[in-house]
């Protein structure tokens, strides 16, 4: 039995226009914005460093996000629980504490290198030797959401009462 390649060319036309009426189900470039990528659901110019939570080392940072409902709500989160240190490079790191072994003093943020799309954290960290690594940035954006107001990463939120 021989099958003609226009008879499969039809067959597969007649299902893409079946799948392609489909109604998704939920917008999923919206649901991967909330998982990460905060730049487009925070203010970006009211995330800074919080240089005065108590302990963190320059490690916190604070903004404005947006809810779910379009509400604005402050919100901090704990970058060693996103970031690690590894051999004097920064990598998104499940609880890597890069605080430990970095030099957080030197600490900062840049905005909008990719047209506003991201923002950089920038510090300068040790390697195993000893030996410092000038500087290293890393786009938070790959790895801190905003879920309903609140900054997270790796499911780390600022739940009010819980600490840092």
Known sequence: MFIRAASVLAIAAELGALFGAAT????????SKREF??????????????????????????????????QKRDTKLNLNHCLGN???????????NF???????????????LGGKNQN????????????????????????GNVDGKLQCFGYTDVVGEPY
């Open 24 to 31: 998704p189900i939920a917008d999923l470039a919206m649901l």
């Open 37 to 70: 990528g905060y730049v487009s659901s925070c203010d970006i110019n009211s995330v800074k460093i919080d240089q005065f939570y108590p302990g963190s080392r320059n490690s916190v940072i604070a903004g404005t996000c947006y809810t779910a409902t379009g």
């Open 86 to 96: 590894v051999q004097g490079n920064f990598q998104y790191v499940e609880d890597g």
């Open 99 to 113: 605080a430990d072994s970095c030099n957080t003093f030197t600490a900062y943020l840049t905005n909008g290198a």
């Open 121 to 144: 954290y920038c510090v300068a960290c040790y390697r195993a030797d000893g030996t410092t690594n000038s500087l290293n940035c890393i786009d938070l954006n790959g790895v801190v």
